[in-house]
């Protein structure tokens, strides 16, 4: 394992002397939880491409520390009194990465790239009527009818990224790969290491906003002049490299980590997301027996929520016993409406009704990361659970990248497809129906697992047509009992993963995904 460390970060220090970084740069050098494959954030929802979009591309709004949304890329905007035509102005000073001023055409095609791939912009275009350039710097949304979640959509972390309309013009299913943005910080594509390292460069260019750093919103202010992204896939390595101080920050330490962590005199340890992250059991709805609804059903009553969370976190405080909100616990959108099934494993009920969906008895495929700790324990106490519950698996194990990839794949299990994996997401998206993106039923514009229920969606197209907050949150238990009938996924628990830096690093903002502006390294 030392060997492998020393390999490791011996290459990053040569490739980054080879390019004439000097030691006395401000380079913070970042151990990631999965080695990036796919550069496109409206092509692929693994987390590793979300982050990495945040730091390259920017939002024309985002949200506060009270999930409230500010503008970011926009300067200022109207609406009409009928609440159906929403006018927007650009501020000053944006540019992309390679010189070009961005203008309205980029923003509008970056738009409908958004409402075409992403859940929270395939609800926001059901009341679109059209969408305008006024000028270069100004364009205009009109509406069918009132929408009470505009900016909500526009500031959400599920909101669009503003690409160069060359790029964001590419047919949908086209990969975006010259990941271009307006962002504080550049990727440096020469310097893309697959499988090691990628690297980001401050953008001299950027003109952050005048108010002071406020989560995703407010100043993005590039402190550092190198961000370095390591993938050590050997957790132990990784740890190692921390303590010594090889490394800077680490984004996602394994949870059974963090008490040799804060036990470091020298390192912080911290939960920058209030609200915590879901872990999740996605199943294939395009093949049996996950394609009836009852299947869906039976994986409730095998899921023992305790025995997940001790294997995932292990220390009680960083976990929740129980929670069968489907928007997470402790937000606004919380009820435990339906989740009764969770409670308890029945593996006689659960037997009952595959057999009431048709499942044949062949192996279910299961999706195990190697290189993911919580999923792949996650995954252990799954496939455990399947046997218990006379389910014969067949377990396909490969790194999460390689999983994420095969699960954009809609061939049967049996012919390079799958039935199961597990993911999590966090923070405020989730606690909304529109922008929770394993919740989204709309069948082939789902996420991997598609999941079909379109009188579900018509549940959560009527609480976003209410723009009464009190009668739209009234509607929260009507729309999940609904999501334990057809169940697009099955929450497996809700849990807090810390970050950890060194104590030379300051500004690290609370965030529902670890951001690097504002970041300082002494």
């Known amino acids: 394992m030392m060997k492998i460390r020393h390999i490791l ?226 957790a132990n390595t990784a740890l190692s490299a921390m303590m010594t101080g090889e490394v800077d920050y680490y984004e996602m330490p394994p949870l059974d980590f963090v008490r040799v962590l804060k036990e470091s005199p020298d390192i912080t340890v911290r939960n920058i997301d209030p609200l915590g992250s879901q872990i999740l059991l996605r199943p294939n709805s395009l093949f049996p027996p996950f394609d009836n609804y009852k299947a869906r059903q039976a994986l409730l009553y095998i899921i023992d929520q305790a025995e997940f969370m001790q294997a995932v976190a292990g220390d009680e405080s960083l976990y929740l016993k129980f929670c069968g909100a489907y928007f997470l616990c402790h937000s606004a959108a919380e009820t435990d409406v339906g989740s009764e099934p969770l409670r308890k494993p029945d593996f006689a009920k659960a037997r009952a009704l595959l057999k009431e969906a048709g499942y044949d008895g062949k192996p279910l495929v299961v999706l195990q990361p190697t290189d993911r700790p919580q999923y792949n324990a996650a995954t252990a106490v799954l496939i455990e659970s399947l046997r218990r519950a006379g389910i014969p698996v067949d377990v396909q194990s490969a790194d999460w990248s390689t999983i994420s990839v095969r699960r954009m794949r809609r061939d049967p299990p049996d012919k390079g497809g799958w039935n199961l994996f597990i993911t999590s997401q966090g923070g405020p998206d989730v606690s909304s129906p529109i922008s929770n993106i394993w919740f989204n039923s709309r069948c082939a514009e789902a996420n991997p697992g598609w999941a079909c229920d379109l009188d579900l969606d018509k549940l959560v197209g009527t609480w976003t047509r209410e723009s009464d907050a009190a009668k739209r949150h009234a509607l929260i238990p009507d729309i999940q009992a609904r999501a334990y009938v057809s169940v697009p996924y099955v929450p497996l628990g809700q849990y807090f993963q810390p970050i950890a830096y060194r104590n030379n690093v300051t500004g690290v903002l609370d965030a529902p995904m670890p951001i690097y502006w504002n970041i300082d390294k002494k």
């Open 9 to 234: 970060l011996a290459a990053a220090m040569t490739l980054s002397s080879a390019t004439g970084v000097l030691a006395a740069d401000k380079t913070l050098r970042a151990v990631v939880h999965a080695d990036i494959k796919v550069l496109d954030p409206t092509w692929t929802a693994t987390y590793i491409t979300t982050r990495f979009a945040f730091v390259v591309y920017d939002t024309l709004f985002a949200y506060d520390s009270k999930f409230q949304p500010q503008p970011q890329m926009v300067d200022t905007w109207t609406t009409s009194d009928d609440k159906l035509t929403w006018t927007f102005t650009l501020r000053p000073g944006l540019a992309f990465h390679d010189g070009a001023p961005v203008t309205s055409n980029d923003v509008l095609a970056s738009l409908k790239r958004w409402m075409i791939k992403i859940g929270a912009g395939q609800a926001f275009a059901k009341f679109v009527a059209h969408m305008d350039v006024v000028d270069a710097k100004t364009f205009r949304i009109v509406l069918k009818e009132p929408f009470g979640l505009v900016l909500d959509s526009l500031g959400s972390p599920a909101t669009a990224y503003i690409m160069p309309e060359r790029e964001a013009g590419k047919p949908p299913n086209e990969q975006i790969t010259a990941a271009i943005g307006s962002g504080a910080f550049k990727f440096v594509r020469e310097e893309w290491r697959p499988g090691n390292k990628v690297v980001f460069a401050r953008n001299q260019a950027y003109v952050p906003r005048k108010e002071a750093p406020d989560m995703m919103a407010g100043a993005h202010l590039a402190k550092l002049d190198r961000l370095e992204w390591l993938y050590i896939p050997d």
